[in-house]
């Protein structure tokens, strides 16, 4: 039991790390199929992560040293059938004429079965409840989730070890199967209780009508990859010099979207278009204004008051216009990011006569 409990500490221990690395997929997914992340499900979907993670942590762990593992001569795979039925009558000293040692059955082999088998009873809750499984699918899923950590075992952790350090046994696969198949039974009565998945989906694709800050966001950091790789391309095809590369990573905001309807590859994953205030197509010359200005802000103004700064004489009045002029341009940013948080009109979009629209609407329902 001292084991199991430091084996699950290390699982929650990696698991912000693991969790972390999942986060930024699993936002673009939500955001991309339901404009929005919804906090219940990620609550869902990251327990799910934890539990798989206690689950192949119970399997590998303890790891022993490479030594050790050289050293051992035992089998490395159990291929009978029923073998445990053998295990734990070989453990107890039950007779048929003595009935009191029957609780001799109740041992470390028997335990073990219970224990493999109760592995994945939550694989089949989750895989019934919010992947929506068939019984036959949670059947297959929880033999292949079974198989791997099998083959885990055999290969020696995927070959790192000379030989598997644990045995690759059949049992095994038939009791983590039979779990999952009984977690598939086992949240039946509590379906109705907890929330539906269905109503998710619901809650989610109304909120995603709506662009939330995040959202944006997300679109935004999307391109800058895309934007710094195109520059980068440019500058390598052609050696220009000075602060072309940066002319070019701008290009990418201010004239693609010209050419694709308002378009970068951020906002078409992230599922938002720009439009006319009145919602029709926009044209060509209101998405121009509305990126020059909206970049205007962003990148212009900090490089019209950082050389202004330059060229001040380093005296008081100038110091202090200085870092007026700063603070002034991060008010403006914060106070344009407080109206996104608030889907209010923005200056950018007031002066262009554009807005940025939802098409989660009109894909969700196909």
């Known amino acids: 039991m001292e084991i199991y409990r430091e084996v699950i500490w290390q699982a929650l221990v990696a698991f912000p790390l693991i969790a972390g690395m999942f986060t930024v997929p699993y936002m673009i997914y939500n955001y991309h199929k339901f404009g929005s992340v919804l906090s219940l499900r990620i609550l869902i979907v990251y327990s799910f992560i934890l539990y798989l993670?206690?689950?192949?942590?119970?399997?590998?762990?303890?790891l022993?040293?490479?030594?050790?593992?050289?050293?051992?001569?035992g089998p490395r795979t159990q291929l009978v059938p029923f073998h445990f039925l053998q295990d734990i009558l070989k453990?107890?000293?039950?007779?048929?004429?003595?009935?009191?040692?029957w609780l001799t059955l109740v041992n470390q082999a028997l335990f073990q079965v219970v224990f493999n088998v109760a592995m994945t009873v939550p694989f089949g809750v989750y895989l019934r409840y919010y992947f929506r499984c068939s019984l036959r699918k949670t059947i297959l899923l929880s033999f292949l989730l079974s198989l791997f950590f099998e083959l885990t075992q055999l290969s020696g952790l995927y070959f790192i070890y000379p030989r598997g350090y644990r045995l690759f046994d059949v049992d095994d696969?038939?009791?983590n199967t039979l779990g999952g198949a009984v977690g598939y039974f086992a949240v039946a009565p509590f379906l109705k209780l907890l929330p539906a998945r269905e109503k998710m989906d619901k809650t989610s694709f109304r909120r995603g009508q709506e662009i939330s800050l995040g959202r944006?966001?997300?679109?935004f950091l999307l391109d800058i990859p895309i934007a710094g790789l195109?520059?980068?391309?440019?500058?390598?095809?052609?050696?220009?010099k000075g602060s072309y590369g940066m002319l070019l990573f701008l290009s990418y905001y201010i004239l693609l979207p010209v050419f694709w309807r308002g378009l970068t590859v951020g906002k078409r994953i992230m599922r938002i278009r720009v439009v006319a205030e009145?919602?029709?197509k926009a044209l060509w010359n209101q998405i121009l204004l509305?990126?020059?200005?909206?970049?205007?802000?962003l990148y212009l103004t900090p490089q019209v008051i950082y050389h202004l700064g330059m060229d001040g004489e380093g005296t008081f009045r100038a110091l202090f216009l200085y870092g007026l002029s700063y603070g002034g341009w991060c008010f403006m940013l914060f106070f344009e990011l407080v109206g996104m948080a608030r889907h209010r009109t923005l200056f950018y979009e007031r002066i262009s006569g554009t807005k940025e629209i939802s098409v989660i609407e009109e894909k969700g329902k196909n």
């Open 53 to 62: 993670l206690c689950a192949y942590y119970l399997v590998i762990l303890p």
């Open 64 to 73: 022993p040293t490479r030594a050790e593992v050289a050293a051992m001569t």
């Open 91 to 101: 453990e107890s000293h039950a007779s048929l004429t003595d009935p009191a040692s």
């Open 173 to 175: 696969l038939m009791a």
């Open 216 to 219: 944006r966001v997300m679109a």
């Open 230 to 240: 195109l520059a980068v391309l440019g500058l390598t095809v052609i050696p220009w």
């Open 278 to 280: 009145n919602g029709q």
């Open 290 to 297: 509305r990126n020059i200005c909206l970049w205007s802000l």
